[in-house]
Structure formats: structure tokens, C-alpha cells
């Protein structure tokens, strides 16, 4: 009984950071792989497909017989979400990864919330209440991530830790990370614009969820349409053989371990874990994945760390805390399950609402956790 107990107290949080550990390495992957010259939309194409294979079975053993039909507003929903989040949002963030680093790329990926949070204010899906603690702690927030951004993009600095003196694994040419010709300033504009697309996905997926409330069948339905538009679009851009050959190489090991471990496991847990902890949860933890990918360039790969990037580091992640901590201060959907809502069968109605306010359906991220930040479901249904 105490192990149980003791389970359901830390399993949510040992299983976040299995996920944070699996996005670390996933970027890391990612970035080995795209400085071999791997076609991007292959990889996200035979990466989707199988996330898509792999999340089914959860689709149709966990949610048979749910009644939610397939209408065509429905499928329109999923095909802006695959097209926003996946064909545009990851697409242009493995290119800005290509172009710079995989700490500087996650450090853009952790303000996903703010400018989701950003675009809601502007799309009046969400108000802004600057009299009250929330909403000024959230400003404050919002504020420091995105001078964290700004200085991490201007400013380099002295290098603190130099990665040529404390790398420990020398890698041949053909898989370094190095960069030979870097063109930060081209990586920043896609990695923009790649939180951007981010930020409108967000918001696209609560309309998805609202008029489609089965999660396992709205990730796995995106995927697949993810992989089909991101295949028309490779062989619209490339139709080389050799860009599509799989082989017996690291992009196979990369398409597997994303597909398996960063899809659907990683979806899994986030699933569990929000139903015990609540939708901001994940979220707190994604600053892990960022040290744990600083570490490793610094140590293994042989990347400077630089007081620019620390500095920008730290305020982001201060100002994601904050925002976090406003975003969840007095929400009602903030709160564990209740135990009607986590019983095989029971209250199955409450359970699908819940399902709906927690919005945790896109598992499809390079690394950041995939809920809704700055969005109150039942906010807007008290709109429509």
C-alpha cells in the first residue's frame, strides 16, 4: 500500500522527466542527423507515419465506442493542426535547428506558452485581467522570456565554458555538430516563425478538441495527415531517390526512437501525468530538457557556453515559471482528477470534459511539453 502510494505520488513526476530525458535526446539525434545533409521532409514524414502507427492501438482500444464521429469540419480541423503544428511548425524548426545549435533552438521552444499566450490576447480567446495577481504575474513572465530571447539572439558574450577543451567524445566529420558555415541570423528568423506556427497550432487544437474530444484519435488522425502533406510537399521539393532511401544508418535510429519513445510513450505519460498533477504540470518541467541538452553539447559535442546564452537561459526559464504559475493560479482545471473521473467506466462524461480542458493531444513537439498554456477551454465554451 505505501509503494503504491509512493508511486502515485512520484510516478508523474519520474515519468516527466523520462520525457524530458527522451526530448533531450531526440534533439540531440535531430541535430546529428541534419548536419549529415538528411532531407528534412523525409524524416518527418516516415517519423509521423510511424507515431501515427504506433498511437492507434491507444486510439482504438481507449477510445472504442466513445461515440465522437468524424465529420468533415472535423477533418478540416485536423488538417490546419498537421499543417500548423507539424508541416510548418517542425518543419521550419529542424531548419533553424540546422542553422544554429540545439540549445539555442530549445531555448525558442520554451516560449511556445507566452506567444500562444500572446496570440490568444490578440484573438480575444483570452483576457487579460491586469488588476488581480494572475494576470500581472504573467506580463512579468511573458516580459522575461522574451527578453531572455531577444538577449540570447543579440548578445553572445565571453564564452564561460569552452566545449574544445571539455569535450569527451571526438565524432568523426560526417556526424559533428559543428556548423561550417553557421548563418545564425537566417536560424533565428525560421525559429521564430517556427514558434509562431507553434502558437496558432495551440489554439487550432482547441477547436479540434472541442468539436472532436478524443485525444488518441486527434493525435494519431494528425499525424497521419501530418505525414501525408509533409510527403507531397518532399517530393514536390526533392524527388530523388537517394533523399527518401532509408538504410541501416542514425535517420533510421532517429525515426524509430521519435516515432516510439518521443510520440507515442512520451504522449502516454504526459496523458497520465496531466490527469494526476493538471495541464501545467508537464509544462514546468521543460527547462530539464534544456540543461540536459547544454551539458551534453558542452560536454560531449564540444559546443561553447557563452554568458549571453546563460543569461537569455535563465530569464527564460524564470519567465516561463512565472507565466506557468499565473496560468495556473485559481483554475478549477488545474486540479487532479477526481476519483468518479478516474475509474474504468465511471463518470465518463466528466472524464471527457476534463479530457477536453486539460487539451494535452499533441505529442507531435520536437521537445516542448504539448498543453495548452494561456487557453481556459471553458472560457470559451461560455463564448460560444
Known sequence: MNCKKLFNGSGPLMGMIMVQVISTGLQILSKLILT????IFALMSYRHLLAAICIAPFAFYLERGNGVKLTLMVGVWIFLSSLSGITMGMGMFYYGLRDTTA?????????????TFILSIITRTEKLNLKNT???????????????????????????????????????????TKIVNPDWTRGTIILVASISSYATWFIVQVKLLTAFPSKYWATMLTCLSASIQTAIMGVCLDRRMSSWKLGLNLQ??????????????????????????GPTFPAMLNPLSLIFIAIIEV???????????????????????AFLWGSSKGKKTESPLPKSAKGEGEASTKSSDLGRSQLCSATV???????IHGFDYDDEQQRT
Open 252 to 277: 533510421l535510429v532517429t525515426i524509430v526512437y521519435s516515432g516510439v519513445l518521443a510520440s507515442a510513450v512520451s504522449f502516454c505519460l504526459i496523458s497520465w501525468a496531466v490527469s494526476r498533477r
Open 365 to 371: 513537439v520536437p521537445t516542448a511539453s504539448p498543453v
Open 103 to 115: 540549445t539555442y533552438a530549445t531555448n525558442f521552444l520554451n516560449l511556445i506558452p507566452v506567444v
Open 299 to 321: 560536454i560531449f559535442l564540444g559546443e561553447d557556453l557563452k554568458i549571453g546564452s546563460l543569461l537569455g537561459m535563465v530569464m527564460i526559464i524564470m519567465g516561463l515559471y
Open 36 to 39: 549529415q545533409g538528411v532531407f
Open 134 to 176: 494572475r494576470g500581472k504575474v504573467k506580463i512579468i513572465g511573458t516580459m522575461s522570456c522574451l527578453a531572455g530571447a531577444i538577449i540570447i539572439s543579440l548578445y553572445h558574450g565571453k564564452i564561460i565554458i569552452s566545449g574544445n577543451d571539455h569535450v569527451l567524445i571526438h565524432l568523426p566529420t560526417s556526424t559533428a
